[in-house]
C-alpha cells in the first residue's frame, strides 16, 4: 500500500524557517517523480515544488522560488521541503504527492507572530 | 500562464440525481505526444485529495464507475450519475500538459446535498 506521510510543521514567526519531511512506502520511491502542494485555510490547492525522481530536475512556483528548496533522500525514502524567510501568506497544510497519484494527510504550517 | 476555470463553483445536487462540472483552460491541454494530461481530484471534508480521472477519461483504481470524465481541447466536463452522500466534496481539475512550471488547479466546485 503506497503511503506518504508529512510531517514537520508547525507554528513559526515570519521570516523564520521551517523543513518539512515526507516519508515514503509501498512503493520504489526512487523511481517517481515528487511534488508539494499547498492550500491555504479554506481555500484551493497550490503547487509548490516538484522533483524528479534522480533529484537532477527542479521546478518551483513563483511564489516561492528564492525561499524555498526541494531536496529527496532516495535511500531513505524520504521527500523534503526546506522553507526559509516564511511570509503570513505561506500559511497552509502542505500535501506531498507521488506524481499526482498519491497524497499524503499534509502537515500544516501556521506563520504567524 | 494556463488558467484553470471551473463552473459553477457549488453545486447543490439531489441524492440520486446526476451532476455536471465544467473545467475550462486558458489553452489547448494536448501535449506533444498526443496525450491530453487533464486530471480530475476529490476532496472530501477534512481528508487529502484523491485522484479520480487522469488523462480526460481514465478512472482510477477504486472510483466507482458513476464517476466520468470527458472533453478535449480545452473544455472538460466531470459527470455524476447518481450523486450519494459519500460524493460531497470539493472537486478540483488540474492540468498537467503546460510543464514547466508546474501543475495548475481549477478553483474547486463545491458539491453538496440539497
Known amino acids: 500500500e503506497v503511503q506518504l506521510v508529512e510531517s514537520g510543521g508547525g507554528l513559526v514567526q515570519p521570516g523564520g524557517s521551517l523543513r518539512l519531511s515526507c516519508a515514503a512506502s509501498?512503493?520504489?520511491?526512487?523511481?517517481?517523480?515528487m511534488n508539494w502542494v499547498r492550500q491555504a485555510p479554506g481555500k484551493g490547492l497550490e503547487w509548490v515544488s516538484y522533483?524528479?525522481?534522480?533529484?537532477?530536475?527542479?521546478y518551483y512556483a513563483d511564489s516561492v522560488k528564492g525561499r524555498f528548496t526541494i531536496s529527496r533522500d532516495n535511500a531513505k525514502n524520504s521527500l523534503y521541503l526546506q522553507m526559509n524567510s516564511l511570509r503570513a501568506e505561506d500559511t497552509a497544510v502542505y500535501y506531498c504527492?507521488?506524481?499526482?497519484?498519491?497524497w499524503g494527510q499534509g502537515t500544516l504550517v501556521t506563520v504567524s507572530s | 500562464d494556463v488558467v484553470m476555470t471551473q463552473s459553477p463553483l457549488s453545486l447543490p445536487v439531489t441524492l440520486g440525481q446526476p451532476a455536471s462540472i465544467s473545467c475550462r483552460s486558458s489553452?489547448?491541454?494536448?501535449?506533444?505526444?498526443?496525450?491530453?494530461?487533464l486530471n480530475w481530484f476529490q476532496q472530501r471534508p477534512g481528508q487529502s485529495p484523491r485522484r479520480l480521472i487522469y488523462?480526460?477519461?481514465n478512472r482510477d483504481s477504486g472510483v466507482p464507475d458513476r464517476f466520468s470524465g470527458s472533453g478535449s481541447g480545452t473544455d472538460f466536463t466531470l459527470k455524476i450519475s447518481r450523486v450519494e452522500a459519500e460524493d460531497v466534496g470539493v472537486y478540483y481539475c488540474?492540468?498537467?500538459?503546460?510543464?514547466?512550471?508546474?501543475?495548475?488547479f481549477g478553483q474547486g466546485t463545491k458539491v453538496e446535498i440539497k
Open positions: 504527492a507521488r506524481t499526482n497519484d498519491y
Open positions: 509501498g512503493f520504489t520511491f526512487s523511481s517517481y517523480e
Open positions: 522533483i524528479s525522481s534522480s533529484g537532477s530536475t527542479i
Open positions: 489553452q489547448s491541454l494536448v501535449y506533444s505526444d498526443g496525450n491530453t494530461y
Open positions: 488523462k480526460v477519461s
Open positions: 488540474m492540468q498537467g500538459t503546460h510543464w514547466p512550471p508546474g501543475w495548475t
